[in-house]
């Protein structure tokens, strides 16, 4: 049922939340450290798990999918309620310091990209 | 009629907002396709129109008109956690775990070069007090990190607001500049997209500017960049302030 698959997926945010939220209290700090990292870690587990005992059906896995999906359209809403006109108001030295700050980690994107990554050899081996 | 029928919609806010965000998407791919010729892509269209109708209002953007508040609920940070974890299920468990080392450095470097850059140009405007300089390098990190650490060490609320307008413009600029440059920057990627979220952090404008690119890799750079912010706060007011007290004092 669809319902399951919304389920899951709100048992997984919630759990991650709460798993976030505890890491930062302990490193003092009034708010959630990766929360929703954790919570799709979790999913990505229990959507393993789920789908190796056949227990994910295609109505339940519709449900996680179905929001999945809804992704852009909320992020396009995100969009809209920016507080945009703050960037103008800081002035100029915030104006600079976010755009050279997001150029020079841009930059760096391609450097730092080289660390670990699975070379020839491995590639081979899968 | 006319005040009927904004009431109607005000108290139907969410739903209204669906339909307002389904138009906006439908005219943006139509842009897309037959005005730029598929040169931008449609969600990128979609994204600015959206922060270009965020200029017309305030503090909550468009919502800041009764009729747009449903925008604020769909767009607010519980839906959007909602739907980042949910695209978890379209990512390779393999490809995040090779990525974790590369993920983790290009954290920590991206809360440190963000900081140094704004404490270096507000040096350069004239700000000499670390507290200021602090404030405003964690701004740049992201616009929480700034008034977190703010807060904690007593910024002045003239240094506050430059903090979080740096962090609002580091976020426009990642939604807006992502999309041109991924080719470039290599950006195309499961391995690339995890280090782009911790090297930028913001979590709007990585989820933003990722979807504009290609939504497949929404979920590697989510995965990093949802722990940039705590991290910044963890950093800034304590390690960071205590290296620009030392070297200012």
Not at chain 1, 45 to 64: C, H, K, Q, S, W
Not at chain 2, 165 to 186: D, H, M, Q, S
């Amino acid at each position: 049922m669809t319902i399951y698959g919304v389920a899951t997926l709100a048992a997984c945010f919630l759990l991650g939340k709460v798993v976030g939220t505890l890491l930062g209290a302990v490193i003092g700090i009034d708010g959630d450290v990766g929360g929703v990292g954790f919570a799709m870690l979790l999913l990505i587990l229990v959507n393993g798990y789920l789908r190796r005992r056949g227990m994910m059906d295609g109505a339940t896995a519709g449900g996680i999918r179905f929001w999945s999906a809804m992704y852009i359209p909320i992020i396009v809403a995100m969009a809209s309620v920016q507080h945009a006109t703050a960037a103008l108001s800081g002035g100029w030295l915030a104006l600079l310091a976010g755009i050279v700050a997001t150029l020079a980690a841009l930059a760096l994107v391609p450097l730092l990209s080289r660390i670990g990554r699975p070379g020839e050899e491995t590639a081979k081996e899968s | 009629m006319k005040a009927i029928l904004s009431d109607l919609l005000i108290k139907n806010g969410l739903i209204f907002a669906f339909l307002v965000v389904g138009l906006i998407l439908l005219v943006s791919f139509w842009i897309a396709r037959r005005v730029l010729g598929g040169l931008i892509p449609g969600v990128a269209v979609a994204i600015i129109i959206g922060l270009v109708l965020a200029f017309l209002g305030g503090e909550r953007g468009i919502a800041s008109f009764p009729l747009f508040s449903g925008m604020a609920l769909l767009g607010g940070s519980m839906l959007r956690d909602f739907a980042v974890v949910a695209t978890a299920t379209g990512a390779d468990p393999a490809q995040m775990k090779h990525a974790g080392p590369a993920g983790t450095i290009a954290l920590f470097i991206g809360v440190v070069l963000a900081f140094v850059i704004g404490v270096a140009l507000a040096l350069a405007m004239g700000y000499t007090d670390p507290v200021s300089l602090t404030t405003i390098g964690a701004g740049v990190c992201t616009y929480i990190v700034g008034p977190v650490t703010g807060t904690a060490l007593g910024a002045t609320s003239e240094v506050m607001a430059i903090s979080i307008a740096a962090g609002v413009v580091k976020t426009i600029a990642t939604t807006v500049l992502t999309p041109l440059l991924a080719r470039r920057l290599g950006l195309d990627n499961p391995h690339s997209a995890v280090v782009f979220g911790g090297l930028l952090g913001t979590t709007s404008g990585v989820a933003a500017g990722l979807a504009a690119t290609d939504p497949k890799l929404v979920p590697y750079g989510a995965l990093t960049a949802t722990f940039y912010t705590g991290l910044g706060c963890l950093l800034c007011p304590s390690v960071l302030h205590v290296i620009v007290l030392a070297l200012l004092g």
